[in-house]
């Protein structure tokens, strides 16, 4: 029997529980604004191709929200002002709209309306206060309302009302904002129905997360972290309240019958984070399937992934199948996401033409048939063994940096999806119902671990998220002190504590992840925790009352996600705000113009080697500082040809005196770029290459992939900045370090 490819998409739309159980109002808008913008367009494009199956999970924190919108019982301070009318403002209402009715990525959200982009850009160009000073009432009102608008999909653009206020650009009024906010509710109250109504008709699958989206394995024992990382340094006190994994998987499995009358089949784990300790709790429950990532697969086998240089796995009968895991309740499905496919929509076909990203998407599924087929024993142009690739992602969050919201990008995917003969999608119980399991993981030496890395170190081993877990397992055991206190008698403090165990607040404390509102994360936990206090009539510690961390401006950093800037010279701060940095502004060394460099900006994304430098002020190339950058790197580890870097009068001292594999050399004064490779006998060969270089606020470079022949992924390369004047060395950047960069 023949088999096209088989593949998974599965969706996960999720937001943490922002209302305060202190101030009875919620924090953040983010529920209604990413509703408005990416849940219910989503299901809504697919519904137009009715051949493609999807899953989409719906996280219970998130729905319980959405109904708070719908029904008119939940107010943001974002809202709160936006449907206050402008002459009755106050200054620090007014200045809470300069600095944050603008969040969201200014090039898809606020450039293509010219009104929202020109005061937009005033804010950036003359500054917050000059807006303060100048402002009218009516430029206040249309920011007001354009923040509202720029949020709603363009699948929606057509409504007549909408339509009209898109054509009207300026002019709001209060009574408008308050119907934008009215086609707000109305959008939100369609987001459960319709995932009901596609799931009754066989084109969707709806799946659940855990109540509040905790991770199950932390609940259990916070010593699962030490699984992965064995030296990791834990928090002083032991969590270990295993009892809370059926709670929430009760309370989840609960709202999902009662919103699509059914019993859900498959569960999302909290981050895909799974362990042995959990999967009986999971059977039991009646869940037949969940999923996890790649990297658990590979430490529960013992086996590294390889991928080629165009980043397919070379080892595709391991990956693309569910596996069976036998449990005490029953056996239970698992499926493993291929990771780079689902980051390649997550973080890098924003970035691509639409038609070209679904191709590229395609091709690589292409090629993993190809590759299926290569292994078989015998030679036919057919699957002789049905293979699942499971496509699993955020379904919010990447979209924002997508054309008209990712639209045009998904319309040429399904379209190519619909008319391809050996590739379809399903949903994942479609599957494993067909094609059950044949292949058995034991359930004990399931790895303990997530979708980042297969560890737990983005939720606890820091010292910050350490401190959190102290507070969190000090106040679950109050909790525990007080066996009266029911979920029944004392529904407030168990809510309190479900919504303290999400996973997020975990995500944002100390080092790896960072935003504008890291406090108000900080903050949120912490409001949890007292609830759970004043509802056991308890004295709240003073631990509680005092912020988790000090949220200052960061210095030097780590890249903290995949970035695709737009290689201009300007240095647009949303552009970079995920890069490493570090600082070079008054470094001590041997480059007596240090201080007119201020700091170096790198990243990636799967398309380009981005580096970003920053110049004082009015600072000018061949006067201020050299005129020559010379980017020179190297593979630690990696057998190659590497040279001298070619620049005269190096002195021999570190990293001056390493040997390079490439360089890309720049002038600023005439613009010249050119890219090289070592060779033979300590030679370099000038090659052809495709590297964007733009210089005027900035330097900006990106550098493809495709230019530097023969890398591999997950390579790890070091760089080095060198400044020269006339081929001869004055100086280097970062002057302590070398610059770590991976390949993705």
């Not at 390579?715 to 770590?740: C, K, Q, T, Y």
């Amino acid at each position: 029997m023949s088999h096209p490819l088989y593949v998974a998409f599965i969706w996960h739309q999720h937001q943490p529980l922002y209302l305060s159980r202190t101030a009875r109002q919620y924090r953040l808008p983010w529920v209604r604004l990413h509703g408005t913008k990416d849940y219910l367009d989503l299901v809504l494009l697919l519904e137009q191709y009715p051949k493609l199956h999807q899953t989409v999970n719906l996280v219970p924190s998130l729905i319980l929200q959405i109904e708070d919108y719908v029904a008119g019982t939940a107010i943001d301070p974002y809202l709160s002002v936006a449907l206050t009318a402008t002459e009755h403002l106050t200054l620090e209402q007014k200045e809470f709209a300069v600095q944050h009715f603008f969040d969201g990525n200014h090039r898809t959200l606020v450039d293509p309306h010219p009104r929202y982009a020109e005061l937009y850009y005033q804010r950036q160009d003359k500054g917050q206060q000059w807006c303060l000073t100048h402002w009218t009432d009516q430029d206040y009102s249309d920011l007001l309302a354009w923040h509202n608008l720029s949020w709603i999909d363009p699948l929606f653009w057509d409504d007549p009302e909408i339509a009209q206020w898109l054509k009207q650009d300026r002019g709001f009024t209060l009574s408008d904002r308050q119907r934008i906010f009215s086609k707000q509710r109305e959008i939100l109250g369609r987001i459960i129905p319709q995932h009901r109504k596609m799931q009754d008709a066989g084109q969707l699958e709806v799946t659940t997360t855990p109540y509040t989206h905790p991770i199950l394995p932390l609940l259990a024992d916070t010593n699962a972290g030490r699984v992965a990382v064995p030296q990791m340094a834990l928090p002083q006190a032991r969590f270990m309240w295993a009892e809370d994994i059926p709670r929430h998987l009760k309370k989840a499995k609960q709202m999902y019958q009662e919103r699509f009358g059914r019993e859900p089949r498959g569960l999302w784990p909290s981050e895909q984070s799974v362990s042995p300790t959990i999967l009986p709790y999971v059977a039991e429950q009646g869940f037949n399937w969940l999923c996890s990532d790649e990297a658990v697969l590979g430490w529960t086998i013992k086996h590294f992934f390889h991928r080629d240089g165009q980043g397919n796995v070379l080892e595709p009968e391991l990956l693309y199948r569910p596996y069976r895991l036998e449990t005490p309740h029953g056996d239970l499905a698992i499926v493993f996401r291929d990771h780079r496919l689902s980051d390649l929509i997550g973080f890098t076909y924003g970035a691509m033409e639409p038609a070209k990203a679904a191709q590229d998407l395609i091709g690589h599924l292409e090629a993993i048939a190809h590759t299926l087929k290569s292994h078989q024993t015998e030679e036919t142009t057919a699957l002789e063994q049905p293979w699942l690739v499971t496509i699993a992602l955020d379904g919010e969050n990447c979209w924002e940096y997508y054309s008209l919201d990712g639209k045009p990008f998904l319309e040429n995917l399904y379209e190519r999806f619909s008319a391809h003969p050996d590739i379809r999608l399903v949903t994942v119980s479609e599957f494993v119902e067909q094609f059950p399991p044949t292949a058995t993981l034991p359930a004990n030496q399931l790895h303990s671990g997530s979708w980042v890395d297969g560890s737990f170190t983005t939720w606890i081993g820091d010292p910050a998220k350490n401190r959190a877990w102290d507070l969190l397992t000090q106040a679950r055991q109050v909790l525990a002190n007080h066996p009266e206190a029911t979920e029944e008698n004392n529904p407030e403090a168990w809510e309190a504590l479900y919504a303290a165990e999400g996973s997020d607040w975990f995500w944002w404390f100390g080092e790896g992840h960072s935003s504008n509102q890291d406090a108000m994360f900080d903050q949120l936990f912490r409001e949890h925790l007292t609830a759970l206090y004043v509802a056991l009539n308890e004295p709240v510690p003073a631990d509680v009352r005092r912020p988790v961390e000090e949220h200052a401006e960061r210095g030097d950093h780590q890249p903290q996600s995949f970035i695709h800037p737009v290689i201009d010279g300007r240095g647009d701060e949303q552009d970079w705000d995920k890069a490493g940095r570090i600082e070079i502004g008054g470094a001590r060394g041997t480059m007596h113009q240090s201080s007119v460099i201020q700091r170096i900006w790198y990243g990636v994304d799967h398309l380009n080697l981005y580096l970003r430098v920053d110049f004082k002020a009015g600072s000018r190339p061949g006067i201020d500082f050299p005129p020559e950058l010379h980017l020179l790197w190297f593979y630690p580890d990696r057998t190659m040809h590497n040279s001298p870097a070619p620049i005269a009068d190096l002195p021999d001292e570190a990293p001056m005196n390493y040997l390079f594999h490439h360089h890309l050399g720049i002038n600023l004064l005439n613009q010249d770029v050119w890219f090289q490779e070592a060779g033979e006998h300590f030679q370099w060969k000038t090659l052809v290459h495709k590297a964007q270089v733009c210089f005027e606020l900035c330097l900006e470079v990106a550098i493809p992939w495709a230019d530097l022949y023969g890398i591999g992924p997950d390579w790890s390369l070091r760089l080095v900045v060198m400044l020269a004047e006339e081929g001869r060395f004055v100086g280097h950047i970062p002057e302590n370090a070398l610059i770590p960069v991976n390949v993705p």
